[in-house]
């Protein structure tokens, strides 16, 4: 008989240490937070799929840009040809005498005094100036002077500058000599950029 008073005592089991289910959880409230992580591990993946394929087009991008800008300079170039402009060099071979004062050259004369001869020649006679003879100076490595018709001095000259400026400096002093009524001078030196001397 079961008495009213003092009810029977429900008997716990000591739980198994060793069991991996605790109280009020279950197999499937275990797995779940394996699925989430599987779930981020995805998204991840998905994150770095796209920034992949960012990367990869946008370095498409420039690649094609890049494709078109050469295209475009080619066909630019390609086109001056075709409308007659010439894009070589253009060398003129002088027509005046060249005087070597160095006897120890033998007076072998470079093909490049050669040219800037020519070119400086073909600039003194756009600017009105005609020159006469070009001699390379005794011991002078680089130095060309240039003689004009109607004048007594000569013109000092360097392969180191353009035969364009030099020729223009050259003009410009020789304006200068004759505003202030000075006919006679040695020289016009017009080797240093910027710098003009006469003598």
Not at 91 to 116: C, H, L, Q
Not at 169 to 193: G, P, Q, T
Request: proline share 3%.
């Amino acid at each position: 008989m079961v008495d009213a008073e003092n009810p029977p005592k429900l008997v716990r089991r000591r739980l198994n240490r060793h069991s991996s289910l605790k109280s009020g959880r279950t197999i499937v409230a275990r797995r779940e937070p394996l699925k989430k992580a599987a779930d981020r591990a995805a998204a991840h993946d998905k994150i770095r799929k796209k920034q992949l394929l960012r990367t990869v087009i946008t370095g498409g991008g420039f690649a094609l840009i890049f494709i078109i800008l050469i295209c475009f300079s080619f066909g630019l170039s390609h086109s001056n040809n075709e409308s007659g402009v010439i894009n070589e060099a253009v060398s003129y071979k002088p027509t005046i005498e060249i005087v070597d004062e160095d006897a120890t050259s033998g007076g072998i004369i470079s093909n490049r005094m050669k040219d800037y001869v020519g070119q400086a020649e073909f600039d003194f006679r756009a600017l009105g100036l005609v020159p006469t003879k070009a001699v390379i100076p005794k011991g002078a490595i680089r130095e060309i002077d240039f003689y004009l018709e109607g004048y007594s001095g000569f013109i000092k000259t360097t392969l180191d500058r353009g035969t364009g400026v030099t020729t223009e400096d050259a003009k410009r002093v020789l304006n200068y000599l004759v505003s202030k009524n000075i006919a006679d001078f040695e020289y016009i030196d017009v080797r240093l950029e910027g710098k003009a001397y006469w003598k």
